[in-house]
């Protein structure tokens, strides 16, 4: 250190402490140049590397569905996505794994994709519930519901195809009747009305009036005065 001091004491623009300091901010400087000299190369491999790693690293490959994903339809939409009034009938298509798309229709597109006979029954059946006090229609996506107050009357959709009244009746008591409903219990979106009953003809629009007219007169609902409307829905395609 004395030989140092000395050093700085024999400088022409340094004397004592003065030196000392500014020897000390000589050494600092360059201890931290050398640093960031060791994190730049640092850094250097660290990029070289990982651009070698990458490059040695194959393309991920996208594997061929099985037969049985190719063929597995899309998750369930929801059973009951209300509509608002007025809104005009919906399709969309949900696409497959494999080949084609699976159309989603909602009930008023299935009506106006039906024949003029099976629009002239869903006609008279709407009107022949509306006809009834308090009775109230509301539409859905997958159906139409009537209510009678609280009561459930009945609900309006499709199954195969095929317009359907669903009933709040115990499918068993009708067992051997004229009336060849199905159960359809099993499904949660029909626990209140498990009674299906197809309507593959002019006779069973008549039976399912009676049947609906059986209700209402356990529920003490009274006929109204009023004007059958026309709920005709020309065809569209999709």
Not at 65 to 83: G, K, N
Not at 225 to 237: A, F, G, I, K, N
Request: charged share 25%.
């Amino acid at each position: 250190m004395s030989s140092i001091k000395a050093f700085f004491d024999n400088t022409f623009f340094m004397n004592g402490a003065e030196g000392i300091i500014l020897f000390a901010i000589c050494i600092a400087a360059v201890v931290l140049t050398l640093v960031a000299i060791a994190m730049t190369v640092v850094v250097a491999v660290s990029v070289k590397r990982h651009g070698r790693e990458n490059a040695a690293s194959p393309a991920p490959v996208q594997e061929a569905p099985t037969p049985a994903e190719a063929h597995e339809p899309p998750a369930e939409l929801p059973q009951e996505a209300p509509a608002a009034s007025g809104e005009p009938a919906a399709v969309f298509s949900v696409p497959f794994a494999g080949n084609g798309v699976r159309y989603n229709k909602s009930f008023t597109a299935r009506l106006i994709q039906s024949t003029d006979e099976v629009k002239a029954w869903y006609a008279r059946l709407k009107n022949d519930m509306l006809s009834y006090q308090r009775v109230k229609a509301r539409m859905s996506w997958k159906r139409e519901s009537f209510r009678f107050a609280k009561n459930i009357v009945a609900r309006l959709g499709y199954r195969g195809g095929t317009l359907c009244v669903y009933l709040p009746l115990d499918p068993a008591s009708l067992e051997g009747s004229k009336y060849k409903v199905e159960d359809v219990s099993e499904y949660s979106a029909y626990t209140d009305t498990p009674c299906m009953y197809r309507m593959k003809n002019e006779r069973r629009v008549r039976y399912a009036m009676e049947l609906i007219a059986e209700l209402m007169d356990t529920w003490g609902a009274k006929r109204i005065e009023r004007t059958e409307e026309d709920y005709y829905l020309p065809y569209e395609e999709n």
